[in-house]
């Protein structure tokens, strides 16, 4: 339990080219499809992790899920 409380927040805001899914859309789709990556702090933001999934062409997009809650990048 205390290393999930070490790793960032996982942020969800909407973007250009952002893939749009219900959080039961994210969990039906299969684990090889999926995942959820992170971004170590820098200068103008704290550590913070994304979701990604392929779009319709196999490339990968980040993923906005649209009932939940917005949570913007961490700003430092």
Known sequence: ASQA???PPVV????EGF???TKA????LP???KAVRSVAEA???GAYRYRRTMD???RLVNVYITDM???EIPQK
């Open 25 to 28: 859309q994210w969990a039906a």
């Open 56 to 58: 319709n062409n196999f």
């Open 5 to 7: 409380a070490k790793r």
């Open 19 to 21: 893939r749009e899914m």
């Open 31 to 33: 684990r090889d499809c």
């Open 12 to 15: 969800n805001y909407p973007g």
């Open 43 to 45: 200068e103008d933001h």
């Open 69 to 71: 809650k917005i949570t």
